[in-house]
Each structure stands twice: as structure tokens, then as C-alpha cells.
């Protein structure tokens, strides 16, 4: 379009950038001044001199951190539950996607499991029968408790299945006919098929799993077996740093701001570096949420 | 190939997901029951006295529960609201933007917050906010402050929902820009001819293509206006904002985990899960309804 464009309208063009530019920057300020404190002395964050920039810039906070058995157990915990939550949340998906995605006709039962999940999706009980619930598995300080009560994501399976459903009913008819089972169907024609829907609810589940603290926080009751979201929250949030011994010391000399302010930016490091995969899947995830017929 | 097997096969695949969502939604629900009793934990569901409504009778007359209640409906449809009107005007000036890589990048600034746990932003916000933060540091070159943005009841309500709006209007404004994108680029063209003015195009183009899915959006919060964000206050609150701060969620932790009074809390949360119920079937219906819109 070579339409001769104003420059009135030119400039309003530029100054809509320049405020959206302003606005995009303001929204990181507060990651940058989390890491600059992390990163100066403790008298420069005590005498509130820290903004966006490191004061007597130093990598002690982080030294400390490396050398934090408690930090890097409850890190373990976290990685761990990511790593067997979400495979467990991917697999479950698949395995009650796709029977949902056939008619009623092939597999008789069919609407009343789907309104079973859907009922259970909407359905939110309460905190106290559901702790009461965990509570009488014998899961508490246990580290299933984290992963199996969340273990069936509904709304990834509804994702999943809408996606399966989409897909062109030839493929299908045609491994049929040679004679392919329920199971070889969804292993070489459906699942290969799927992978950006994979993609999408494997990383709902990364990052709900990292995230997550409360389940944490009420489902163990001994500290080291915190994931490392509940126990940045007692430390940071709750307020009660375990000071003892050669730590008490260790703490008087970084400043406690500079500490915690280490810490959160190494619990964001690891959606820093899937950040990229998440702003690509994540909004294909809400697209495919909000199917419209 | 016969039928049976394959029913058979989809049967064991389905099992798993079905044992599941019975262990941890249906069992919870059957444990709800204790909000008709006086329930002891010794004595368990089959031995705790039933006591009728009389939990939820206690429940209304309590005067916290009325303000915990009220301070909920309040700070999650103010979310709802800023949010909305946030994410639409981010998105429809965003549209406005002619160069793709800064939109791009624009982009990727602003999602950044919704990918991260409350527990991280609040322990951010807490630092920023403090008597000697980030954003006092600002104001008082401003000649304004200290002021202390966690403490007061009064402004707390407001702490919670422009950070809500922090967090969220990048993300939110995906699916506005999805419609903006889908406009057929003639439509501008047509308008520029005729001598449309910048404004114009945006208020008489952009905007009622948009409209569709500000209705979705809108219906599909209405199920949510008893969710106020758990996380995000209790990382955020403490006792002196309880007035103004304290939510269903939050209150039901405290009575009824912290305190041990299993059947009140259950009781109130017997009673949130029951209008929220209401609430979802509203929003799916008027969803259905005014955006023809399905789940499923």
C-alpha cells in the first residue's frame, strides 16, 4: 500500500510505539530490580540504593545459594515433580482423550465419562474434605501427594480430545483397514499428529507443576520435603529464615534482601530458559481452548 | 478387528483417568458431608454427630464471613474488570503498531509475569512495595510517601487488583489480538478511502470486530467471581489487612485447616462450591447463548 501516509500520522504512530515500548520495559522493572539487588552489597540494599542497576556489584548471594544444601534439595524435589507430574499428566491426557474422542456408538458410555470429567473439572471441592481425603491415603509427607491428586488435568484432556476429533476420519478408516487396533491407532496415527497439542498441555504441566506451593505447603509437614516454590515461601514470604549456627553467621553478612532476592531469581531461571517455548505454545493452548463451532 | 476388543481396549485406557477423578474429587465430595456434622476427626465421617445446617447457619452469622464474602465478589470482579479493559486497549493500540519485531518483542516483555508463580511476584512485590522499595524510592523524589502499600486497609483491595493486572493483561490480550489479526486488511483500505481518520477505523473496525470476544471473555468470568486469587493474597497479606484483604479461600484455610475447625471450613466451602456451581452454569449458558461457545 503506497498510499501517502501523513506525517501527523506518522508521528502518532511513533509515539503509540514509543508508550507500548515504555509499557513493555515497566512491565520487567521489577525482575530487573530483583536481580540487581540480588547482585549488590547488603549496605547498598539496606540503604534502599539499589534500582535497576547492581551496587558494588558481587556473585556472594549466589555463592551462598550454591552452597545451600536445603536450597538445592527442595530445587531436587521440584525438578523431580515436574519430571513424574507431567509425564504422568501427558500420559493420563492421552490415555482419557482419546477414548473420549470416539462417538458414543464406538465406545458405548462415552457421554456419561465425559460429563463425569467435566463435572469433575467444574466441581471444586473444597480445601477441607480434599485435605481430609489426602490426608486419610496416608499421603502427607509423602511425595506422591504431590503429583497424584493433580494427576488428571480435565481441561488438557478436553484440549486434547477436541484436537484428536479434528483430526480427518481417513487416516483413521484407512490403518483400520489394515487392521490396526485401538491402541496401534492412537500410537502411529493420532499421537504423531498431535504433537503441537502434546506440546502445549506437556508445558501447561511443566509449568504448573514448578509453580505450584500450597499442595506444598499443607501436604508436608517436614520442611525438607518441600518443593522449592513452598519453600521460597515460608523463607521469603512467611518470613522465618532458619538461622543457625555457621548460617546465622553466613546471613548477618549478606544482606537478607540481597539473599532472597537470589533466590527468586534462580526459582525463575528454569521458565526463563523454556520462556521461548512457552510464549509460542501457550498461545496456541488458548487458542485451542476457546474452540468455537 | 472386532468391536468388543476395541471397546475393550478403550475401557483399560480410560480406567486409570476414571480412578483418579474418583480418588481425588468424588472421595473429597463424599468428605463434604462434614459440613453437616460436628465432625471429629477421632470418630471419622461414619462416627461425627450430624448436626444439620447448623454449620451454616453459624456460618451467616458470622460478621467476618459477610466481609470475607463481600471482599471477594469485590476484588474479583474489579480483576475481571481493569483486567479487561487493560488487555483490550494494550491490544487494540498494540494493532496499531506497524513494525512487526517490536510487536513481537513488545509481546514478549509483557507475557512474561503470567508465567511466573504468585509466590515469585509477591516475593518481588514485597521488596518493591516495602517502606524503603523501589516504587517509595520513586515517589519520594516525588515528594510523596512513604506509603505503605501492604499495610493499609484501604488501599490493599487496590495492590491486589493492579497487580493482578500486571501479571495478567499481557496474556489476556492474546485473544484480542487473535480477532484484531483476523480482520481483513480491506476493510482498513476501504476506509481509508472514504478519508477515515486513525480513530475512526479503530473505533468503527477494530472495535466491533472485537466486541464478540470481549462477550465471551465477560461470560466466561462471571463462573469466577467467587475465585479472588488464593495465591496471590496469601503470599501478599497479613493480619492488618485481613478487613479488606481476607477472601473465601484464604478464610477457609485459616478456620479450617489452621484452626481445626474442619466443618465450618468445609461448610464454607460446601457453600462457595455450590453458588460457584450456579455461577459456572450461568456463564456457560450466557457463553453459549451471546458467543456461541462450547467447551466441548
Request: charged share 10%.
Amino acid at each position: 500500500m503506497f498510499s501517502a501516509r501523513s506525517t501527523s500520522d506518522r508521528i502518532v504512530d511513533y509515539l503509540i510505539t514509543l508508550l507500548l515500548i515504555f509499557v513493555g520495559v515497566s512491565t520487567l522493572l521489577p525482575l530487573v530490580n530483583t536481580l540487581a539487588i540480588s547482585l549488590s552489597t547488603k549496605t547498598a540494599v539496606s540503604g534502599g540504593m539499589v534500582g535497576l542497576w547492581p551496587v558494588g556489584f558481587n556473585l556472594d548471594a549466589y555463592g551462598y545459594i550454591l552452597r545451600d544444601g536445603s536450597f538445592w534439595r527442595a530445587f531436587g524435589i521440584s525438578v523431580l515433580r515436574v519430571v513424574i507430574g507431567a509425564s504422568l499428566n501427558v500420559g493420563l491426557s492421552i490415555l482419557t482423550a482419546f477414548p473420549l474422542s470416539r462417538t458414543d456408538r464406538a465406545f458405548r458410555g462415552r457421554n456419561l465419562f465425559m460429563w463425569l470429567f467435566v463435572f469433575g473439572m467444574i466441581l471444586n471441592v473444597g480445601l477441607v474434605p480434599w485435605y481430609l481425603t489426602i490426608s486419610n491415603y496416608n499421603l502427607i509427607d509423602n511425595f506422591w501427594a504431590l503429583v497424584l491428586p493433580g494427576a488428571i488435568p480435565i481441561w488438557s484432556v478436553i484440549i486434547l480430545m477436541n484436537f484428536f476429533r479434528n483430526i480427518p476420519k481417513e487416516l483413521d478408516e484407512a490403518a483400520r483397514i489394515d487392521g490396526a487396533n485401538p491402541w496401534q491407532l492412537l500410537w502411529s496415527i493420532y499421537l504423531p499428529t498431535s504433537l503441537p497439542a502434546l506440546a502445549t498441555i506437556t508445558l501447561f504441566a511443566i509449568v504448573g507443576h514448578w509453580n505450584s506451593f500450597f499442595d506444598g505447603l499443607i501436604l508436608m509437614n517436614d520442611p525438607a520435603n518441600y518443593p522449592l516454590q513452598t519453600y521460597i515461601q515460608q523463607l521469603v514470604i512467611a518470613d522465618r529464615p532458619a538461622l543457625h549456627g555457621g548460617q546465622a553467621q553466613m546471613m548477618a553478612q549478606l544482606s537478607n534482601n540481597t539473599l532472597n532476592a537470589a533466590k527468586l531469581f534462580v526459582a525463575m531461571i528454569p521458565i526463563l530458559l523454556i520462556y521461548p517455548l512457552l510464549q509460542r505454545y501457550f498461545v496456541r493452548g488458548i487458542m485451542l481452548g476457546a474452540v468455537k463451532e | 478387528m472386532s468391536k468388543n476388543t476395541d471397546r475393550a481396549a478403550y475401557y483399560v485406557m480410560i480406567l486409570p483417568g476414571l480412578l483418579l477423578l474418583f480418588a481425588f474429587t468424588f472421595v473429597p465430595l463424599y468428605y463434604s458431608i462434614i459440613a453437616f456434622q460436628k465432625f471429629n476427626p477421632a470418630l471419622g465421617v461414619q462416627g461425627s454427630p450430624w448436626v444439620g445446617l447448623d454449620n451454616i447457619l453459624y456460618m451467616f452469622s458470622l460478621r467476618d464471613a459477610r466481609q470475607v464474602f463481600f471482599n471477594t465478589v469485590f476484588i474479583a470482579s474489579m480483576k475481571m474488570v481493569v483486567v479487561l479493559l487493560a488487555a483490550v486497549t494494550f491490544a487494540l493500540l498494540l494493532n496499531e503498531v506497524r513494525f512487526a519485531r517490536t510487536q513481537r518483542t513488545i509481546q514478549t516483555m509483557v507475557y512474561l509475569p503470567h508465567f511466573l508463580s504468585w509466590v515469585i511476584l509477591a516475593g518481588i512485590l514485597r521488596t518493591i512495595l516495602a517502606r524503603d522499595g523501589m516504587l517509595n524510592d520513586f515517589l519520594g523524589v516525588l515528594g510523596v510517601g512513604p506509603v505503605y502499600f501492604l499495610g493499609q486497609p484501604n488501599l490493599f483491595p487496590w495492590v491486589i487488583i493492579l497487580s493482578d493486572v500486571w501479571k495478567e493483561f499481557g496474556f489476556e490480550a492474546i485473544v484480542y489480538l487473535a480477532a484484531l489479526t483476523a480482520i481483513d486488511p480491506t476493510l482498513y483500505e476501504v476506509a481509508e478511502l472514504d478519508g477515515a481518520s486513525r480513530f475512526e477505523k479503530m473505533r468503527f473496525i477494530s472495535v466491533p470486530s472485537i466486541a464478540p470476544v470481549i462477550v465471551l471473555v465477560g461470560c466466561l468470568s462471571i463462573g469466577n467471581v467467587l475465585n479472588a486469587g488464593f495465591d496471590q493474597i496469601f503470599n501478599l497479606y497479613s493480619p492488618i489487612v485481613y478487613a479488606t484483604g481476607d477472601i473465601i479461600d484464604t478464610y477457609v484455610y485459616r478456620i479450617g485447616l489452621l484452626q481445626g475447625q474442619y466443618s465450618l471450613g468445609t461448610a464454607v466451602g460446601v457453600f462457595k462450591t455450590v453458588v460457584a456451581l450456579l455461577l459456572i452454569g450461568v456463564s456457560y449458558w450466557a457463553a453459549n447463548r451471546f458467543a456461541s461457545y462450547r467447551i466441548f
